[in-house]
């Protein structure tokens, strides 16, 4: 917490999850110096005639925003104890400094239900009167003509109270009849809020599940440190199929039984819908649960059940980390791997830095769970800085790691074999058919072809919006991934005219096309973006899968995380480097992780497992560790190549980002960006940092805006600090940069 001295705090009234409002200024007393933190509740005078109103402290500063005589004092500290929304406060604060953006911009993270719809209420008519006075009443309304009263009334001589749909609906009767009713005490309404749980129909808990030696080892270690006040981070490295989820329901369950809450986070929950009823099943109703696809009401109830201590464990992605918790003790992070744990947008904080943040904060202990961990997490554990727990053998008695067949593209093609299919693929797959045995074929691109382009003059149909190809859906529609810009398709080619078009590359829909014409009389299904977007078409196409009613299943990324199919014993990758080409220095590292994660989906039930992998680069150290499912060979190569490149986790590097419509305006900005950084830095003995760009963004121009990137690396943060610091007054306070928008970006 911030306890510097500062004469000015701007400070929220009344804040609330739906609204963040503006902050005023306040002058600090000097009894107060040193007291009044982020965070912190006060009593402050508001409005004209200054009654005494309670508001959060989210800024501090020693510069007033207006006169100084007109400013108002803060009265005080609030009494009682810090609620939690104090310890959000300040987690935001934390962001601010850390990710370089503002404090309404991390306010609005930390509190992210922005728009409260309120619970479904069931509202029950009460009738007030006793069998003569309703007669008369009804009487009464029949010789006035009110039709309507005199049809509500009379069912009240059957049934002493009617819910408000039945009036409605059966009775024809509105809230115009019913509201003089009431003013004149003949009826009560009584209003009950149901209760919005996204998960319905789950069986009773699980007994206690026995754990094995390795699985019992682990959790023995957290709940021993968790007696004797040890509050640390912990990375569980277990391969795929050793029981992580066991271990953290023991430890959960250890904590909750402490009157402590937890906090479970998954990178994409819709995806792991498995996952999610287990833990249902073994903690029933004390269970809230968040994701991007409940509606606003689903959303709203969970949040509240939250915040009034109905519920002790919060599943859900990165935004669950900020639920409403005031004795928060265990932070758990599954799959801790997953780029769906970065923001990509401002502030871009990662969940793995914010909940080591908050468990800090909290008091709370924090568990990474991955089998193909970070560079960063593993690297953390190595150096001592968090506790290394390993499982090393699958739970399933019988289970065994999958053997992993590597088949080179390039000898396919010699031979003559242009089909997506490999020889060996194939004959695996008419086998596990045969057997009536379960396939899911992993492709990491969806859509029919990748990109269109014209055989005649070579170029391919852009996005005009975007510095990307059009890729094709089905075999009519042309789809920009970047604005959703979409076209039929044409039939000559917009540079040259030429008739001759053809799509290049495959995705998931062209893949089951194909799949379809090779293997007739399979039953196929397909998941991904497109066939998953209504709302639970995720738990639909899983729910089909897992009942046997398709024998394949294709899919991108989303089908290899965590799931648990008993019956699949065959795992084809279509292209297995397809990831290895992009140009990002994590390329290898997610290569090798996604590979993995997808490998261990074959033979988790007791029969065998087999997995192909299908690539043109049959020998790279990340396929190659991957096969094997050998991490440390992986993480030692790995980590090599980043000390010979200077790239984190062996430093910390910022991107900046600068984005404008006026790509003159952009250039310019960027430019004098690096000539003050370098300028300013060499005052200072020329502090260590290197500066690579800046270069045009990735994808140069997204829905017509252009984008470069500067990068600067450095092993102190404090100077990445500053350096953000220098830009953000240079951008304050001077016109070119009006036009251009300036993101930051830490890894």
Not at 143 to 161: C, D, H, M, V
Not at 296 to 318: L, T
Request: glycine content about 8%.
């Amino acid at each position: 917490m911030d306890t510097g001295t500062y004469a000015y705090a701007d400070i929220i009234i009344d804040i609330s999850h739906e609204k963040v409002d503006k902050p005023f200024q306040y002058r600090i007393p000097e009894a107060l110096s040193g007291v009044i933190a982020i965070g912190v509740r006060v009593r402050i005078p508001f409005g004209k005639g200054n009654g005494l109103r309670t508001g959060y402290v989210v800024g501090l500063s020693n510069t007033p925003a207006f006169d100084v005589g007109r400013m108002k004092e803060i009265a005080g500290p609030a009494p009682g104890s810090t609620p939690v929304r104090s310890q959000l406060i300040q987690l935001a604060w934390w962001m601010k400094r850390t990710y370089g953006c503002t404090m309404n911009q991390a306010l609005k993270t930390v509190l992210p239900v922005k728009q409260a719809a309120k619970g479904r209420e069931k509202k029950t008519l009460c009738c007030l009167l006793d069998g003569p006075a309703l007669r008369g009443a009804i009487g009464e309304a029949q010789k006035k003509g009110y039709q309507a009263r005199a049809r509500l009334l009379s069912a009240f001589l059957e049934t002493p109270e009617l819910s408000m749909e039945a009036a409605s609906a059966k009775l024809k009767v509105t809230a115009s009849s019913i509201r003089p009713l009431v003013e004149r005490g003949v009826l009560s309404i009584r209003s009950e809020e149901i209760s919005k749980s996204p998960v319905r129909g789950v069986e009773a808990p699980d007994q206690r599940p026995l754990l094995n030696e390795e699985q019992a080892h682990a959790a023995g270690r957290f709940t021993a440190d968790y007696d004797a006040g040890v509050r640390t981070a912990y990375l569980l490295h277990g391969i795929t199929g050793s029981g992580k989820t066991e271990v953290y329901m023991e430890c959960m369950e250890h904590v909750l039984a402490r009157g402590r809450q937890v906090i479970l986070l998954i990178p994409e929950i819709s995806l792991t819908y498995q996952t999610v009823m287990r833990f249902y099943r073994r903690f029933g109703d004390k269970i809230a649960i968040l994701n991007s696809r409940l509606s606003d009401g689903e959303r709203f109830d969970q949040w509240k059940r939250a915040e009034e201590g109905r519920v002790s464990v919060m599943i859900g992605p990165r935004s669950a980390l900020f639920a409403p918790f005031e004795r928060l003790g265990l932070i758990i992070m599954d799959e801790e791997h997953e780029g769906a744990y970065k923001s990509e947008t401002t502030p871009r904080y990662h969940a793995r830095e914010a909940a080591r943040r908050r468990a800090m904060d909290s008091g709370a202990s924090l568990i990474l769970g991955s089998a193909t961990p970070s560079m960063e997490a593993y690297q953390e554990a190595l150096s001592g800085k968090s506790t290394l727990l390993r499982l090393t053998q699958r739970a399933v008695s019988g289970s065994r790691i999958p053997a992993v067949e590597i088949v080179d593209l390039r000898e396919e093609l010699r031979d003559g074999n242009k089909s997506m299919f490999s020889r060996r693929l194939k004959e695996l797959i008419e086998d596990r058919l045969e057997k009536r045995e379960q396939i899911m074929l992993f492709i990491n691109r969806r859509g029919y072809s990748n990109f269109i382009s014209c055989r005649s003059c070579g170029e391919p149909v852009r996005c005009p919006h975007c510095d990307v190809s059009l890729t094709l859906h089905g075999k009519s529609r042309l789809v920009c991934h970047y604005c959703g810009y979409s076209i039929p398709m044409m039939e000559n080619c917009p540079s040259c005219g030429s008739p001759y078009l053809a799509g290049f590359g495959a995705g998931t829909q062209k893949l089951e096309e194909l799949a379809k014409k090779e293997f007739p009389g399979s039953r196929i299904l397909r998941m991904d973006a497109d066939t998953t977007a209504k709302k639970g078409g995720h738990e639909a196409i899983l729910s089909a899968f897992s009942g046997h009613e398709a024998d394949i299943l294709i899919g991108t990324q989303m089908i290899v995380k965590g799931h648990d199919f008993g019956r699949v014993t065959l795992v084809g990758i279509m292209a297995a480097d397809l990831s290895l080409n992009t140009p990002d220095y994590r390329c290898s590292e997610r290569t090798f992780q996604l590979l993995t994660q997808a490998a261990g989906r074959a033979g988790r039930g007791e029969r065998a497992g087999a997995v192909v992998f299908q690539t043109y680069q049959p020998d790279h150290y990340a396929i190659r560790s991957a096969a094997s499912q050998d991490y440390e060979a992986f993480y030692r190569q790995e980590i090599a190549y980043r000390r010979a490149m200077n790239y984190p986790p062996l430093c910390r590097m910022q991107a900046v980002l600068f984005s404008s419509a006026s790509r003159e305006a952009l250039g310019a900005a960027a430019e004098r960006s690096k000539e003050a950084l370098l300028q300013a830095l060499s005052e200072n003995g020329r502090e260590e940092a290197q500066f690579i760009g800046p270069v045009h963004a990735p994808v140069y121009k997204v829905n017509d805006i252009y984008r470069k990137i500067l990068y600067i690396k450095s092993e102190k943060c404090d100077i990445l600090d500053r350096i953000r610091g220098i830009l953000e007054n240079l951008a304050a306070g001077n016109e070119a940069f009006r036009p251009v928008t300036i993101q930051y970006d830490i890894s």
